[in-house]
């Protein structure tokens, strides 16, 4: 239904153009389309068992990937992208498609805590038997009384948003038996880190 809406919507923003009026009336009916479909799609996600396609992936690699998907949208927000250099480090057993919606949730999480620019930095570290990828921002930052809920279903201080990102990153670090932490301060910015477990056995037994 949201696909056939978004097409009437667009077919008749074709029809109306030079009546600036109805052509602006028709893209918002186009964005606010678009946005309810990504809404319906995060609770579809959020609802449905996660199934898991694991192989070696290339961590760094598959950020800097994600990264470039919201290149646009940061250039446009002011926000400056930085990817620390990872070289030399071991690849992790886990499903990419999983990894990069987990990435994305928090990359734009981070863009949408930045609408005045900033910088968003990524970079990796090992930790006991972890490889970590370390998502800041220079944003807002969150409340002391908000960090204890960001993980829970519905729960956000965005007008516009659905309280399901962080909560599916949650739902997928679980997945991989990893973990997520958040380190932040309100006014002071934000911490995202991903915690993958390095498990060659289980690469080579798959």
Do not use: C, W
């Not at 996600?45 to 990264?67: G, M, S, W, Y």
């Not at 960090?147 to 997928?172: M, N, W």
């Not at 006014?187 to 993958?196: A, I, K, P, Q, S």
């Amino acid at each position: 239904p949201l696909s056939s809406i978004k097409g009437f919507a667009v077919y008749f923003k074709d029809r109306l153009k030079g009546h600036t009026e109805d052509e602006e009336t028709a893209d918002i009916l186009i964005a606010e389309t678009e946005r309810l479909n990504r809404a319906v799609s995060e609770l579809i996600d959020f609802a449905r068992p996660l199934k898991l396609k694991k192989e070696q992936i290339d961590l760094p690699a598959l950020a800097a990937h994600t990264a470039k998907l919201i290149e646009a949208n940061a250039q446009k927000a002011s926000v400056a992208l930085e990817l620390a250099a990872a070289e030399h480090l071991p690849q992790v057993f886990a499903d990419p498609d999983k990894v990069q919606q987990a990435l994305l949730n928090v990359f734009l999480n981070a863009l949408a805590a930045m609408p005045e620019g900033g910088q968003l930095s990524v970079s990796f570290q090992m930790q006991k038997g972890f490889l970590a990828v370390m998502i800041s921002d220079t944003g807002a930052g969150i409340s002391k009384e908000d960090l204890p809920r960001i993980f829970d279903p519905y729960f956000t201080s965005k007008p516009e948003g659905t309280g399901l990102g962080l909560a599916i990153v949650s739902k997928i670090m679980d997945a991989h038996a990893g973990t997520i932490d958040i380190e932040s301060r309100e006014g002071g910015g934000t911490t995202v880190t991903l915690r993958f477990p390095i498990n060659f056995d289980e690469g080579r037994t798959s």
